[in-house]
Antibody
Framework: QVQLQESGPGLVKPSETLSLTCTVS??????????WSWIRQHPGKDLEWIGN???????DYKPSFRSRVTMSLITSLNQVSLRLTSVTAADTAVYYC??????????????WGQGALVTVSS | DIQMTQSPSSLSASVGDRVTITCRAG??????LNWYQQKPGKAPKLLIY???SLQSGVPARFSGSGSGTDFTLTVSSLQPEDFATYYC?????????FGQGTKLEL
């Protein structure tokens, strides 16, 4: 059974880079067909998809993040990473990693990590 | 982006009630619609995928229906543990988008 756990600094200064890792257990991040996502949730508010990274290392980012986001696979540690540059207070949120399960063209997020709260403040 | 709109935004109900939450997409998403349950301080949990398929381990009192632009999540008989916030999400095309959530309150 795949489990995910996010980790990283809980406080980031404005204009700096937010870096999080998602450690995956119970399965390999690079196994064929594995897809991974980052999703965030502003406190008490909507869920927002940030992007996907595929077992090949290919990515698909939400256009509004495209100039600031990088996702990568750290296969030696079985981790998925997220970097978001030039952060502002608007990037304060709980960040979740999730595995994408698929049947044919249908896909969904399951399971999710427990989430990591990142606050952007000086 | 495909906009997802849920109604109602909040709903008061009692244990044993049958409740229905609606999700409308701004354009067709075919059957690529998922439902999640979120409790305070926890990650969302998948309930329904592909509009109507029940995720393994989820009680059968939860059901989903719909296709195209209009979808519903029904809880046939509310249990105390069902009071939470529910989100729909389309996976028809990226960027994936979520509804704004429906808070189910006692």
């Amino acid at each position: 059974q795949v489990q995910l756990q996010e980790s990283g600094p809980g406080l980031v200064k404005p204009s700096e880079t937010l870096s999080l890792t998602c450690t995956v257990s119970g399965g390999s991040i690079s196994s064929s067909g594995s897809f991974w996502s980052w999703i965030r949730q502003h406190p008490g508010k909507d869920l927002e998809w940030i992007g996907n990274i595929y077992y090949t290392g290919g990515t698909d980012y939400k256009p509004s993040f495209r100039s600031r986001v990088t996702m990568s696979l750290i296969t030696s540690l079985n981790q998925v990473s997220l970097r978001l540059t030039s952060v502002t207070a608007a990037d304060t949120a709980v960040y979740y990693c999730a595995k994408i399960e698929r049947i044919g063209a249908n896909n969904w997020f399951e399971p999710w990590g427990q989430g990591a709260l990142v606050t952007v403040s000086s | 982006d495909i906009q997802m709109t849920q109604s109602p935004s909040s709903l008061s109900a009692s244990v044993g009630d049958r409740v229905t939450i609606t999700c409308r997409a701004g354009q067709t998403v075919a059957g690529y619609l998922n439902w999640y349950q979120q409790k305070p301080g926890k990650a969302p949990k998948l309930l329904i995928y592909g509009a109507s398929s029940l995720q393994s381990g989820v009680p059968a009192r939860f059901s989903g229906s719909g296709s195209g632009t209009d979808f519903t999540l029904t809880v046939s008989s509310l249990q105390p543990e069902d009071f939470a916030t529910y989100y729909c999400q389309q996976s028809y095309r990226t960027p994936y988008t979520f509804g704004q959530g429906t808070k189910l309150e006692l």
